[in-house]
């Protein structure tokens, strides 16, 4: 196997700052019969690539630019064709409109856990999941990020 599931997560991260989505959608598993795809901003995941396109297409309307960070990449061999990968990751986002208004974007912190299958020379996406911080945290982070010492 040549490629690296860690390249990837880099194509992702890429493909998210970019705004690419034809990238993002063929970074999946097109021969997986179910994949799974929870944002965190959904209640339910998307188990097939035309949701997953259509998520994408509503996120061009709705979004008018994302900067995406990874932190903290783990992966793990399941079997010889499959790995999970979890990191963290630091996403701003600012909607449409929201710059020419002086509205700053939004942030969030989430933390992931991805499942890729190698197929055809690379290694793609068959299960993603993004899990928002826990009330507690997210209440602790805020508090120290409000600090001025």
Do not use: C
Not at 8 to 37: C, G, H, P, V
Not at 113 to 122: H, P, V
């Amino acid at each position: 196997m040549t490629a690296s599931a860690e390249a990837t997560i880099e194509a992702y991260r890429e493909a998210w700052n970019a705004m690419d989505f034809d990238s993002l959608l063929k970074l999946w598993d097109d021969q997986e019969s179910e994949i799974y795809y929870l944002a965190e901003e959904f209640e339910k995941p998307m188990v097939s690539l035309a949701e997953v396109s259509d998520y994408f297409a509503l996120t061009t309307a709705a979004v008018e630019s994302v900067k995406l960070w990874v932190d903290g990449l783990r992966l793990k061999t399941l079997a010889e064709d499959l790995q999970v990968a979890t990191f963290d990751m630091h996403v701003d986002a600012s909607l449409t409109g929201s710059a020419a208004r002086g509205v700053k974007p939004l942030g969030i912190d989430v933390r992931v856990s991805a499942i890729l299958k190698y197929r055809d020379g690379r290694w793609r996406f068959i299960h993603y999941v993004e899990a928002p911080l826990g009330a507690l945290p997210f209440v602790r982070r805020a508090y120290h990020a409000n600090t001025r010492g």
